[in-house]
């Protein structure tokens, strides 16, 4: 009973880290990065969720890059306890052999943040989470009136 509760408090924490991962990849306008990037879309989540969608592989590693930046920085704010209980349901828990105890902080740190960047491109490809909108081709066309 206890452990479901917990399952679902850790989900919820990291529904709320997928929500500021992608504010902070929509204030991160798409002209800001290095590479030769497409400019029809305004920032780095919707040029991100498009290359997922479509399955064009031309800019997504440009576009990981960044967002596995963010996705390792918002997990360096969490609190250690944060950290702990995220770590709890990430791949790095399941493959970690020492039940007694945790493993050190930079090896919970890289799970963690895998764990979300995981759920930001599940959110990518399939919107779910309430608010999230993604610009379709149909939007881009409109905006750039083609």
């Known amino acids: 009973m206890f452990e479901e509760k917990i399952r679902l408090i850790i989900k919820d924490k990291y529904a ?11 204030a991160l306008p798409i002209h800001h990065l290095p590479h030769q990037v497409n400019l ?10 498009h290359q997922l969608q479509h399955e064009d592989n031309t800019l997504y590693y440009t ?12 997990a360096q704010q969490l609190t250690k306890t944060e950290l702990k209980l995220l770590w709890l349901i990430s791949d790095g828990c399941l493959e970690w052999d020492d039940a007694a105890d945790f ?14 960047l995981s759920w930001v491109e599940q959110e990518a490809e399939e919107p779910q989470l309430e608010g999230i909108e993604i610009t379709t081709t149909t939007t881009l066309m409109a905006r750039l009136s083609i």
């Open 63 to 74: 576009y990981l890059n960044v967002v596995e930046t963010i996705c390792y920085q918002q």
């Open 16 to 26: 709320e880290l997928v929500n500021l991962t992608i504010e902070k990849l929509k």
């Open 40 to 49: 029809l879309f305004p920032n780095v989540w919707e040029a991100f969720a």
């Open 103 to 116: 493993p050190v902080m930079e090896a919970m740190l890289e799970a963690v943040a895998e764990e979300l």
